[in-house]
């Protein structure tokens, strides 16, 4: 009997902030680890935003932009969906990661109707309020974010979560954001109709 194969689903893994120890990068390469557990077909690769210059419309020059930002837009082009892990700064989501959204939504908006998941990891609400302020910002260019589950972790709060390398130590929390992943993986094959 034949192997059916697996359908690849591509996810791009975004952290909104670029610090070396970034709590949110932790959730992100836990999340990686748990996919290649899962071996179901789901590729997730971290891309890193820190290179990106502030979006200034003069950078675009005959119909391009800089080197970095194409880079980063075929990234979100060849992508499949989207886990977005976001620290909540100012009851919103950070500047790079906004800048980030920003140029890949330049036209012709790469992100436009893919699946998209947010995770965040921080003090008080861990988060939380940058989720809601992300979602908005996925109506107007057109993601599909997964309603459930919703993650937002308290890093501060006992017991331990992280290493002190950012490194997601807590195991329920793992088992947490295995459950978005999957509901990520399910939704960006029913939108693409696999």
């Known amino acids: 009997m034949e192997a059916i194969a697996k359908p690849v689903i591509k996810v791009v893994a975004i952290s909104g902030s670029i610090r070396k120890a970034s709590f949110n990068i932790g959730l992100i390469r836990s999340v990686i680890d748990i996919s290649k557990e899962l071996n179901n077909g789901v590729k997730v690769e971290y891309v890193d935003i820190s290179p990106l210059p502030m979006l200034n419309t003069d950078l675009e020059v005959n119909g391009t932009f800089p080197p970095a930002v194409e880079a980063f837009r075929q990234k ?3 992508a499949d969906c989207y886990l977005f892990a976001s620290p909540e700064y100012n ?4 500047a790079p990661l906004k800048n980030a959204i920003d140029w890949a939504s330049r036209p012709p908006n790469v992100w436009a109707d893919k699946a998209a998941a947010v995770v965040s990891a921080g003090g008080g609400w861990g988060g939380g309020r940058s989720q809601y302020h992300l979602r908005q910002i996925g109506v107007f260019i057109d ?3 997964i309603n459930k589950p919703e993650f937002y972790l308290n890093a501060f709060e006992p017991p ?6 950012g490194t997601l130590i807590h195991a329920e929390s793992k088992e ?3 459950k978005v992943l999957l509901s990520l993986h399910a939704y960006a094959l029913r939108l693409k109709g696999k």
């Open 76 to 78: 979100i082009a060849e």
């Open 91 to 94: 009851f919103s989501v950070t």
């Open 143 to 145: 993601l599909h974010f």
């Open 160 to 165: 331990a979560k992280f290493d002190a390398d």
């Open 176 to 178: 947490r954001l295995k």
